[in-house]
């Protein structure tokens, strides 16, 4: 044999193998760790009582009354999870979605009852008017248009009356510009400064969200949501819209979705270095499900992995329909 070859393959100073060789040496030198608390579990809850109806598009996600939805969250509990973000469905649509800021709401009830049952659980309310209007948008409509500053206030009550109900954090979903500071300034007014504001900052209008309205019944009935939420060819905006917010008082911000979106999560975690949370959307959990479901994918290996993409992309939370079994799967190791 060639002895310079044979020189060159016995002295290779770099071998990044050899901090791969066991498990434990791979867990010693692993960057980004997974994490329970890491996780908050979107929950869909309906007026009524003993009711668990599974969404179509979402197996094995499903809407909840409230006594139902008390013994999931506490199901949930044993297994790790510690936050929950509620969406809510109206008894009645109407064109202003007025159940959004009623007291005795689907939302409103759960909050109450979660609280009650556990109180340290993190309990967080989606603040949007696109589950409660007959029109589906997220805002005011007139002559086909979603007005943008008479929607405020009405987002305004309904974010006071979630903080009334005992929300821990209200988390803006719309994309009306200035909400998050009309919010902010509604609930301090309100006596509210200490409940915590999580913006859905960089949204962007995707065909991701296609089972989510299934669930929540909000498909908007003419045209589609272009017009407030962001274009998917943009980045730079995002910076833009995160920055907004956070002058405007937001405490966390979101990127939405997220798997398509890894490249937003960094740069907004580079740039502005604020608590960043990233949805995993229903269309992404659809998407596992289905192949896992076909047998083309390992179900449990692929949640692991996009799980820890998004956190190693930069989010520090992440909301997920995975959020249970996830849990149950690191405590399993
Ligand atoms: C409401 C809202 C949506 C989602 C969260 N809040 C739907 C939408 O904007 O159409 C999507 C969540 C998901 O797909 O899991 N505005």
């Given at each position: 044999m ?17 901090l ?29 009582q ?59 009830m ?58 821990d ?49 909000s ?115």
């Amino acid at each position: 044999m060639n002895p310079v070859a044979n020189l060159l393959r016995t002295h290779q100073t770099h071998r990044p193998r050899r901090l791969r060789r066991t498990a434990t040496l791979r867990e010693m030198v692993r960057e980004t760790v997974l994490q329970p608390s890491d996780f908050i579990y979107p929950l869909f809850v309906q007026p009524g009582q003993g009711l668990k109806q599974e969404i179509g598009a979402m197996p094995g996600n499903y809407r909840w009354s409230v006594d139902r939805l008390v013994e999931e969250v506490g199901a949930a509990r044993e297994e790790g999870v510690k936050s929950v973000i509620l969406f809510g469905l109206p008894a009645k649509k109407d064109a202003q979605g007025s159940e959004a800021w009623d007291d005795e709401a689907a939302v409103q009830m759960a909050v109450r009852a979660l609280k009650r049952s556990y109180p340290e659980l993190v309990v967080i309310t989606d603040i949007c008017l696109c589950e409660y209007t007959s029109h589906g948008h997220c805002g005011v409509v007139e002559h086909q248009e979603v007005l943008n500053d008479p929607t405020l206030e009405l987002l305004a009550r309904a974010a006071v009356s979630h903080a009334r109900a005992g929300a821990d954090v209200v988390a803006p979903s719309d994309m009306m510009d200035g909400r998050v500071g009309a919010i902010r300034e509604a609930l301090d007014e309100n006596g509210f400064d200490q409940v915590t504001l999580m913006s859905y900052a960089a949204k962007y209008a995707s065909a991701f969200y296609g089972p989510f309205r299934e669930a929540a019944d909000s498909a908007p009935q003419f045209g589609d949501r272009r017009a407030y939420q962001m274009d998917p060819a943009n980045s730079d905006e995002a910076l833009r819209e995160v920055g907004l917010d956070l002058d405007e008082g937001a405490d966390i911000v979101m990127v939405k979705p997220a798997l398509a979106y890894l490249d937003i999560i960094r740069r907004v975690k580079d740039t502005y270095g604020v608590p960043l949370a990233a949805y995993n959307v229903s269309g992404e959990f659809s998407m596992v499900h289905a192949v896992a479901e076909r047998g083309w994918m390992e179900r449990e290996r692929t949640i692991l992995e996009v799980l820890t993409s998004i956190r190693r992309a930069g989010a520090d939370l992440i909301l997920t329909y995975h959020a249970r079994e996830a849990a149950r799967l690191l405590k399993r190791g």
